[in-house]
Antibody, heavy 122, light 106 residues
Framework: QLQLQESGPGLVRPSETLSLTCTVS??????????WGWIRQPPGKGLEWVGN???????SYHPSLKSRVSMSMDTSKNQFSLKLSSLTAADTALYYC??????????????WGQGTLVNVSS | DIQMTQSPSSLSASVGDRVTITCRAS??????LNWYQQKPGRAPKLLIC???RLHSGVPSRFSGSGSGTDFTLTISSLQPEDFATYFC????????FGQGTKVEIK
């Protein structure tokens, strides 16, 4: 059974860089059938796609975050990671890692981690 | 950016009711529309992909329809475990979500 688990600091200071890691078990992130990515949810609000990465290393980022975000993969550890720089309070959110499955050329998030709360505060 | 607008933002219903939630895209997204259910303190769960395909393990009382810009999620007979917030998501051009519809007990 596929499982995703986020890890990283719960508290980050403004202007610093957030680093999160998603560890995948029960399946390989090198599987060409899937993308892997991050989705965030500010407290009490809706969902926002942050970015995703393919096994080849190609990435796609939300246009409003593109200048501050980067993603990478470590296939030896079956992990992928997110870095978000120049943090502000607006980046405070529950960060989920998720799998993107391709369905007839479309995609959907069929498996999610439990989420990790990141609070940006001094 | 493609904007997704759900309606209503919230609704009250009773067990056994038929519930319909709509999602409108700001441009044609063909059938690239997914629906998710989220309960408090939990990650979203995929219900329906590509507008009408029921995800594995999802009860048949859930159904989806629509294409282009207008989409619908229907719960044919609301069950106690269905009280939750529902989100639509487009995957036609990157990914954006609707603001959510909270289904509460009447």
């Amino acid at each position: 059974q596929l499982q995703l688990q986020e890890s990283g600091p719960g508290l980050v200071r403004p202007s610093e860089t957030l680093s999160l890691t998603c560890t995948v078990s029960g399946g390989s992130i090198s599987n060409s059938s899937y993308y892997w990515g991050w989705i965030r949810q500010p407290p009490g609000k809706g969902l926002e796609w942050v970015g995703n990465i393919y096994y080849s290393g190609s990435t796609s980022y939300h246009p409003s975050l593109k200048s501050r975000v980067s993603m990478s993969m470590d296939t030896s550890k079956n992990q992928f990671s997110l870095k978000l720089s120049s943090l502000t309070a607006a980046d405070t959110a529950l960060y989920y890692c998720a799998r993107f499955v391709v369905v007839v050329a479309a995609t959907a998030n069929d498996c999610w981690g439990q989420g990790t709360l990141v609070n940006v505060s001094s | 950016d493609i904007q997704m607008t759900q309606s209503p933002s919230s609704l009250s219903a009773s067990v056994g009711d038929r519930v319909t939630i709509t999602c409108r895209a700001s441009q044609n997204i063909r059938s690239y529309l997914n629906w998710y259910q989220q309960k408090p303190g939990r990650a979203p769960k995929l219900l329906i992909c590509v507008a009408s395909r029921l995800h594995s393990g999802v009860p048949s009382r859930f159904s989806g329809s629509g294409s282009g810009t207008d989409f619908t999620l229907t719960i044919s007979s609301l069950q106690p475990e269905d009280f939750a917030t529902y989100f639509c998501q487009q995957s036609y051009s990157m990914w954006t979500f609707g603001q959510g519809t909270k289904v509460e007990i009447k």
